[in-house]
């Protein structure tokens, strides 16, 4: 079973840590997510740290506040402080699950921000993985969605961390019943009008070594390929006043094609604070555009304003937020996402 220690060994590649630590865990109720508030309060406190238990209620289906209560009655016996964060207003039609997600993880950067909390665990297991990775695969992703889920991301408030990718759900289900942990069951987990729910139930491939195998090596690679790309950004960029970035053309456009793409994606990503980066083929437009004469005479990607800046004898690429229209007046598709998220700090930027 599921110990301490093996929890301590999980933890410790992720740090560091605080001298007292405060840690936000995401708790939705289930046996993954109470394991691993146990887990966490177990590990927080000998070291005179705290844990804040956050549960998101949804309020797509009847009684999903009573669970939500049922959770808050766990936390405080276990010892966490806890907090039941609520998504307001309408919810869309299609993509629900999507919707949801974003409207999740956004609720739970806003209560790690005002409860000055750095790091929000999550309880991603390694079945989990293994949908991602298939998901991914099947969408035709890149080596970098291929690897899957990070254990490690920087968020624009501080950081958010999975543990748990390498264990087994089964682990953690036999660790809550071990500890005579209550928990629920999300009846839509078992909705097969979600492609990631037909997965968990159709498949065997969290059994599968080869598998792991793959998504393992995808994760060195991209782990290598971070590590390349942080010494570009120390080459090729600098933070503009506005919260921008500079990347010097030249030596921007003498990258590899897959070392270009991946810095300009990163910095993109960062600066439009967009939930997702933007798609291949428009990133692809945007370099050919850049290497093309007459000059480039700017664009949008991304939630950002990309552009070139002339210089003497040099140029730079130019990267900054969009700003939003003004009310009343359209906004178009690129303008919106990037209207929803605020901007990270210089910080998490570049990291």
Known sequence: ??????????????GPFERRPALAVAVSGGPDSVALLDLSISWARPRGGGVLALTVDHGLRPGSDVEAAQVAT????????????????????????????????????????????????????????????L?????????????????????????????LLPVPKRDLIAYADACGLSYVTDPSNRDRRFTRVRLRLDRDAAEDPQTRDRIRAHGDRRAEADDDRAAELARLARILPDGGVALGLAGTMALAPSARERLLRFCLSRVGGAPYPPRADRLARLVAALGTAPPFSGRTLA??????????????????????????????????????????PLWTRLT
Do not use: N
Not at 5 to 14: E, N
Not at 114 to 130: P, S
């Open 1 to 14: 079973m599921l110990t301490g220690a093996d929890f301590d060994a999980l933890l410790a590649p992720l």
């Open 74 to 133: 766990l936390a405080r016996r276990l010892g966490a402080d806890h907090r039941v964060l609520t998504w307001r207003g309408g919810k869309p039609a299609t993509g629900i699950q999507e919707a949801a997600r974003i409207a999740r993880y956004d609720l739970l950067g806003d209560a790690c921000r005002k409860a000055g909390i750095l790091h929000l665990l999550t309880a991603h297991h390694r079945d989990d993985q293994i949908e991602t990775f």
């Open 135 to 163: 998901l991914r695969r099947d969408r035709g992703s890149g080596p970098d969605g291929l690897a899957g889920m990070a254990a490690s991301a920087p968020t624009p408030w501080g950081r958010l961390l999975r543990p």
């Open 303 to 344: 939630g950002c304003l990309v552009a070139l800046r002339l210089t003497a004898g040099s140029a730079e690429i130019t990267l900054r937020r969009e700003t939003p229209r003004q009310p009343g007046k359209r906004r178009d598709k690129a303008t919106a996402p990037a209207a929803k998220f605020r901007v990270a």
